[in-house]
């Protein structure tokens, strides 16, 4: 017992007498009495006059003498958490920024219309007639407009245009185009960019093309440079998570992303249908966007990066040569299109949306769909039967309407965008960035996303607050999405922006 629980205490031997009968009669015993001793009104009294003749200045510090001990322990907590709150804070990854990106408009003289372009296909004499009309079948119905751009190169020149000389020449031009705008409009330096992303699926040069904007710039001697080849068309988004993923090690730094495609260096001289259809839909175009993680950075940023799902089909054979470069019979070399393009690209959407709907959908929006999975596996999973409708077959697409304001979805060919808006249950609102893009500069691979965010800019359709879907399909197979959030409204661009001298036209009838 403590020695304050004793003094609560009193003890007293009381004398019982002789004990008359038992073991121990005849013997004179005694008993211990335990009571709670009452309170020590004297001590009290004491306290009282020793407290009433202290000075105030004796109180006081008799008071804090007392008290020191516990003032210490509060304060040795608060460090504690104060500590760990800074440590929590610090060490979480720190949000990404989308400061600004420009999207590269070539010149007015590299402007080809659909007739054009056949019309140089018959010019070049590489083509035998039912190669140039099955050209001509697929451009006529494509979704794309008489407004897109094509290299130099393959306009003027009857030779072969995938040589390294016409590539490097073309990555120039866009690359560079397109560079020139991004630091123009955010006011950066060259030597300011701490880290650069560059991809391009088909022209790999040595030196890199990241190596090449390095010159070109007199960049930093110490700047993280990658390039990403042969990534397909959704190697933007790919290029987005590898800078988030370096600036996350290497905070405080300026990214830069460029993505591209060399359309005179895929230009395909041979007969192969499956090979031709390239030609058909790929136009020039290059985006760059400056990326940060820097605090101070907020302010002046236009978006922060939510969320990246990616998703890789490679370890499936079809998936892996739905999109296949190779030489034909006559060693002439090109992009291979499968036509089970559209059906593998549904299965990689419908892998990529699963993971990506309990990041975004709206609680209600997941125990609809979860309901439905159940539903449909209880008391729908046995042998179809043929007189139910294929409404009742059809699984439940969650409205991905109420996760996201504005959708990038990559243009990539009509059909294709006509199957994604039939499988999301997209309206044609959502879809215009989409089919305007696709009319105005054709498919530029992965840089397209951003011609379409440049559109809605352009419309003044982004205010704050606003979700932007990005959504692109790749080689390999891939299908990777992209979740931004608008930090301000985003007014009409005065200049720098490649809708702008058409932006009026649009959206124009597709019909």
């Not at 990404?96 to 659909?114: G, M, W």
């Not at 697929?138 to 995938?162: F, H, L, Q």
Request: aromatic fraction near 10%; charged fraction near 25%; charge should be positive.
């Amino acid at each position: 017992m403590a020695s304050n629980e004793r003094d609560m205490f009193s003890a007293e031997i009381v004398n019982r007498g002789i004990e008359s009968s038992g073991p121990n009669a005849g013997s004179l015993t005694f008993s211990v009495r335990v009571r709670r001793r009452l309170p020590d009104f004297l001590q009290s009294v004491n306290l009282n006059a020793e407290v009433s003749s202290l000075s105030r200045e004796d109180l006081w510090k008799k008071i804090w003498d007392e008290a020191s001990y516990d003032l210490a322990s509060v304060l040795s907590s608060l460090a504690v958490f104060v500590f760990t709150f800074t440590l929590y804070f610090m060490s979480r990854p720190r949000p990404i920024y989308l400061i600004d990106f420009a999207c590269y408009q070539p010149d007015d003289e590299l402007k080809v219309s659909r007739d054009q372009l056949i019309e140089l296909a018959r010019k070049s004499g590489k083509f035998d007639e039912e190669s140039l009309e099955f050209q001509k079948r697929i451009v006529m119905s494509s979704g794309i407009g008489d407004e897109t751009y094509i290299p130099r190169s393959v306009i003027a020149s009857s030779e072969n245009t995938a040589t390294m000389k016409e590539g490097r020449a073309e990555a120039s031009m866009v690359m560079f185009g397109a560079l020139d705008e991004l630091f123009e409009k955010t006011g950066i330096r060259p030597k300011d960019v701490g880290i650069l992303v560059v991809n391009c699926s088909i022209f790999n040069p040595t030196p890199s093309l990241s190596a090449m904007i390095i010159n070109h710039y007199k960049m930093r001697g110490n700047i993280l440079s990658y390039n990403l080849g042969g990534m397909g068309c959704s190697a933007g988004i790919i290029a987005v998570d590898l800078a988030r993923d370096i600036l996350q090690s290497n905070p405080g730094n300026y990214a830069v992303v460029v993505s591209t495609e060399m359309v005179g260096f895929n230009w395909y001289q041979g007969k192969e249908r499956s090979m031709l259809i390239p030609n058909c839909f790929f136009r020039m175009g290059c985006s760059a966007l400056l990326v940060s993680n820097r605090r101070r950075d907020y302010s002046r940023a236009k978006y922060r990066l939510e969320h990246i799902v990616r998703t890789h089909k490679g370890a499936d054979d079809r998936s892996f040569r739905c999109v296949y470069q190779e030489e034909d019979d006559q060693k002439f070399k090109g992009l291979k299109i499968s036509r089970d393009l559209i059906e593998i690209g549904g299965e990689a959407l419908k892998t990529n949306i699963t993971t990506l709907g309990p990041l975004v959908l709206p609680f209600s929006e997941q125990l609809i769909f979860f309901a439905t999975l159940v539903w449909r596996n209880l008391f729908g999973g046995g042998k179809s039967d043929k007189n139910s409708s294929s409404s009742s077959k059809k699984p439940y697409i969650p409205n991905y309407k109420l996760a996201f304001e504005h959708f990038c979805v990559h243009a990539a060919s009509k059909t294709i965008l006509d199957e994604l808006q039939k499988n999301l249950e997209l309206s044609d609102k959502n879809m215009e960035a989409s089919r305007m893009t696709l009319h105005r500069f054709g498919n530029t691979s992965s840089s397209s996303i951003w011609y379409e965010l440049a559109y809605m800019e352009a419309k003044e359709k982004v205010k704050r607050g606003d979700r932007i879907w990005q959504l692109a399909f790749g080689s390999g197979f891939k299908c990777n999405s992209a979740v931004w959030r608008s930090m301000r409204r985003v007014a009409k661009p005065s200049s720098r922006n490649p809708w702008l001298d058409s932006i009026n036209a649009y959206p124009a009838s597709l019909n």
